[in-house]
């Protein structure tokens, strides 16, 4: 199995590319946001790969960073979602993107991929909660304190209030998804205490 190609690129297509690799031609399918970030005809490129292998072909699937491959690797184990719709969802939202709808519950954010559907959008959500990549979703969420659902509550609240959660237990995009929760139900400015209570009840639930 190719796990990586690293040479250069040969050609591009509407939803390819061709990877020469000392002379040989790799014909890989890629996102959108993998094409966009791709250098020019001749220039240097390395893909992390997903090797796909059918009955009647052998088909690579390329991706800008191996945390993308992962994200790729469990949209695919989502009912209702093959590579197509794992491609354009990866293709419309970065890997924090998606990481932070997920935790928040968003589906609205993913069912704005192509392809994507209300209930493919809820299946998302609901199946891949908790199963993020390590290190890849709640730096987002975290850091970027004003994320949607929570934005009514303080961005250091929101924080404190996540990780007392975690600290007690729960997985991290389970916290992030009470917090999240808790914020809507909650009066603008409410504390870290006030958000552990009520994500505490969300999490009851």
Known sequence: MIGRLKGVVDEVGADWVIVD??????????????????????????????????????????????????????LLGVQGVGTRVALGVLGTLTPADLARAIALEDRKVVATAPGVGPKVAARIVAELKDKA???????????????????????????????????????????ASAISGAAKKLEPGASAEQLIRQGLKELAR
């Open 21 to 74: 690799v000392n002379g040989v031609g790799y014909h890989v399918t890629c996102s959108r946001r993998t094409l966009d970030a791709l250098p020019e005809i001749g220039g240097a490129v390395t893909l992390a790969i997903e090797t796909k292998v059918s009955d009647d072909a052998i088909r690579l699937i390329g991706f800008a960073s191996e945390l993308e491959r992962d994200w790729f690797r469990l």
């Open 133 to 175: 990549p390590a290190g890849s979703s709640l730096a987002a969420v975290l850091d970027q304190g004003a994320a949607p659902a929570a934005a009514s509550a303080p961005d250091g609240a929101a924080r404190d209030a996540i990780s007392a959660l975690v600290n007690l237990g729960y997985p991290q995009l389970q916290a």
